[in-house]
């Protein structure tokens, strides 16, 4: 099969090869997948770049996220799959041979159904950024009847919180953005009211629009850089679920705060979640995906060969969405 890998942390056009490899046989349990998309996160350039993240195996084919059809099943997996459309997630967690390539094989758990109508290039945005916006929503519970606020919805994770937010029955989905395509994008989604952070006190609307009590749940893009925002904005028994602090890595919080209105604040990374979590949270976006048309945002294509570049252009930031490799296309 066709592959890009990488045997040596660095910068993308420097350490991504492409290339011929053995194409792999399903494991017991497993699956095997003819990929159509792989998507390039922000995760998959750390662990290839190095930052915070060691060499996991002398040969890594990198990216997580992808879809396409299982074409082989292991032993103890219903031969019935064979021919089924699925997206997956975690294909280059703990292995060393990611969706960067013609074919990957998953446990069976790690693919699912893609439903006809969804592409495989949208079916390859859903893994990380549905999974994670799903765990940030839901790990505490139902979000009907009750009001949210999303960090970022114009962004990768907050589109599909703000999406998943109003699928879930939420009576109120606030979201922030910083004005152009990313408030277009978030209001599209569905948000109730994009806040520009950069122009308003989204404290301040958030109080205004809850009639002062704060909204119950909020998904946290920066919660270190946020903290003045989400500590003031969250109700009494709310809770705040972060994804990323990268400008604050280690922020100070105004615990006695939040301890007296009762305020659960809650790390979530995907790999580490729960089995049962991340089970409900693939049976849920299926659900989800079902029930109507929805908003997945390609930022970008590029063959198998483009790899690097695909790599290069999410470490460039100010994408629109995700940006996705796609194996069967040559060039």
Same mark, same amino acid.
């Given at each position: /099969? ?16 492409? &290339? ?27 662990? #290839? ?19 396409? +059809? ?20 975690? !294909? ?8 960067? !390539? ?17 592409? =495989? ?9 549905? /999974? ?5 929503? =839901? ?7 009750? $009001? ?5 919805? &114009? ?34 989604? &569905? ?17 205004? /629009? ?6 119950? #749940? +909020? ?11 989400? $500590? ?12 990323? $602090? ?25 790999? $580490?979640?729960?089995? !049962? ?38 470490? !460039? ?15």
């Amino acid at each position: /099969m066709r592959a890009v890998w990488y045997t040596r942390q660095g910068p993308p056009a420097e350490v991504l090869e492409l &290339g011929e490899r053995p194409a792999p046989e399903p494991a017991a349990g497993e699956v095997r997948v003819r990929l159509f998309a792989s998507a390039v996160n922000p995760s998959d350039c750390n662990r #290839r770049a190095g930052r915070n993240h060691v060499m996991e195996f002398s040969l890594v084919i990198p990216n997580s996220d992808g879809a396409g +059809v299982v074409d082989a099943v292991g032993e103890g997996v219903d031969p019935g799959r064979i021919g089924q459309r699925v997206w997956l997630y975690n !294909a280059q967690r703990g292995r060393p041979f990611g969706t960067a !390539a013609e074919f990957t094989c998953v446990p069976a758990d790690l693919a699912t159904e893609l439903p006809e109508g969804v592409t =495989f290039e949208e079916g390859a945005c859903l893994g990380i950024p549905a /999974m994670t916006a799903h765990r940030c929503l =839901f790990a505490d519970g139902q979000v009907e009847g009750l $009001s949210v606020l999303v960090s970022g919805g &114009g962004g990768a994770v907050g589109n599909y919180a703000v999406q998943l937010a109003k699928w879930g029955g939420a009576a109120l989905v606030l979201a922030t953005a910083s004005g152009g395509w990313k408030s277009a994008d978030a209001a599209a989604a &569905g948000a109730d009211r994009v806040i520009d952070h950069r122009r308003e006190d989204v404290a301040r609307v958030a109080l205004e /629009m809850t009639g002062g009590r704060g909204v119950d #749940r +909020v998904v946290e893009v920066e919660f270190g850089g946020n903290v003045a925002i989400w $500590s003031q904005a969250v109700a009494r028994n709310g809770a705040v679920a972060a994804y990323a $602090s990268a400008a604050e890595p280690q922020p100070r919080i105004p615990f006695a705060a939040l301890m007296r209105r009762n305020v659960t604040l809650r790390g979530v990374l995907l790999n $580490s979640a729960p089995i !049962a979590a991340r089970r409900q949270a693939q049976a849920d976006i299926l659900a989800w995906l079902r029930g109507g048309r929805r908003l997945h945002r390609i930022a970008g294509r590029f063959p198998l060969a483009g790899t690097a570049a695909a790599h290069a252009m999410v470490e !460039a930031g100010g994408k629109r969405g995700t940006v996705v490799v796609l194996p069967a296309a040559r060039g």
